[in-house]
């Protein structure tokens, strides 16, 4: 017998993930962790708003000029995770990875999760 998530389960799943999946970690070429970035950072431009929206969307904005990014680094991903040192809960891994080439170059990362609703 099979068993079904009801709308009220998926709501507290997005409820959950909104409340608990709050850092990103920036991926190298390899998909190295290069960086964390904490929620409270200024270059996080959307954060999961409202745990009934579908989905559920964070945005990170990158420059060259930020401190963690030189010249050559290259992005290959991110990850969004629970804590800081924590483990993947979704990651995003670029097929072309981003190389910063110019102080003005500019990189957004979107992590856009499709949870069902009923």
Do not use: C, H
Not at 65 to 93: C, K, W, Y
């Amino acid at each position: 017998m099979s068993a079904n998530i009801t709308s009220e389960g998926f709501k507290q799943i997005r409820e959950f993930i909104q409340n608990k999946w709050k850092y990103i970690q920036v991926l190298g070429e390899n998909n190295e962790v290069l960086f964390t970035v904490e929620p409270n950072d200024t270059r996080i431009g959307t954060q999961f708003d409202a745990y009934l929206n579908n989905p559920l969307i964070m945005e990170l904005y990158l420059q060259g000029t930020d401190p963690e990014i030189s010249i050559g680094t290259a992005i290959g991903g991110a990850n969004l995770v629970a804590e800081i040192d924590g483990e993947a809960m979704v990651s995003v891994v670029y097929t072309n990875k981003f190389v910063f080439q110019n102080p003005e170059d500019q990189l957004a990362i979107r992590i856009q999760l499709q949870i069902p609703t009923i």
